[in-house]
């Protein structure tokens, strides 16, 4: 598989900030984060955001950034839980670059994720866990899935560098 740009797409808490600091790294590409971008935008949390002026300001502000990334080339961008689960965005990432999903259980988010209100998703259980579920058929259309539960992020980066081609 040749690329000149990643996505990293899955569920919150799946590791796809850190992979893509560690990819970028690998390869030296440029890494971005859609949900900091957002932040920075915005001169306001994900929380904050959420809190002030709800979730569809957040996802128009999310497919603004996505569509401003669209022509940088050599780069590896660690999208937010819910960006790809927008059906424009996927076609839009599937089109752009080489999409992989970092999968990981259900229990694996729930250790790996606080409830100290950074994430305002993840604040009622039951309700993260219908949208964990409901958002895992979007993810399956990755071009590429990694099994994240109990690889490290080395080995995930090796995963992702035999898959590609030079």
Known sequence: MRADKIYLVGFMGAGKSTLADALGVRLGWRVEDIDTLVERRERLTVAEIFARWGEPHFRA????????????????????????????????????????WLDVSWKQVIERLPT????????????????????QAAYRHAHMRLDAERASTAELVERVLDRLEP
């Open 61 to 100: 502000v999310e497919r603004a950034v996505l569509t401003d990334l669209l022509p940088t080339r050599y780069v590896v961008i660690a999208t937010g839980g819910g960006t790809y689960a927008d059906g424009d965005n996927r076609s839009l990432i599937n089109r752009d670059g080489i999409s992989i």
């Open 116 to 135: 100290d209100g950074r994430r305002p998703l993840a604040a009622d259980r039951s309700e993260m866990e219908r949208l964990f579920d409901a958002r």
